[in-house]
């Protein structure tokens, strides 16, 4: 699972918070990211039961 402090997590969080920023959207960046962790944590488990 990945956490808040992941590398990837705070690179994507923050390139959103940018984009979203510039277009007054600061609390979508967060439903954003925490979307993102989402999809990546049920890939990566799903990519793990493969195997």
């Given at each position: 699972?990945?956490?808040?402090?992941?590398?990837?997590?705070?690179?994507?969080?923050?390139?959103?918070?940018?984009?979203?920023?510039?277009?007054?959207?600061?609390?979508?960046?967060?439903?954003?990211?925490?979307?993102?962790r989402y999809q990546t944590t049920r890939t990566?488990?799903?990519?793990?039961?493969?195997?």
């Amino acid at each position: 699972m990945l956490g808040p402090e992941h590398g990837d997590v705070r690179r994507a969080r923050a390139v959103l918070i940018g984009v979203h920023r510039t277009n007054g959207r600061t609390e979508d960046a967060d439903a954003a990211t925490a979307r993102y962790r989402y999809q990546t944590t049920r890939t990566s488990r799903s990519y793990r039961a493969c195997f």
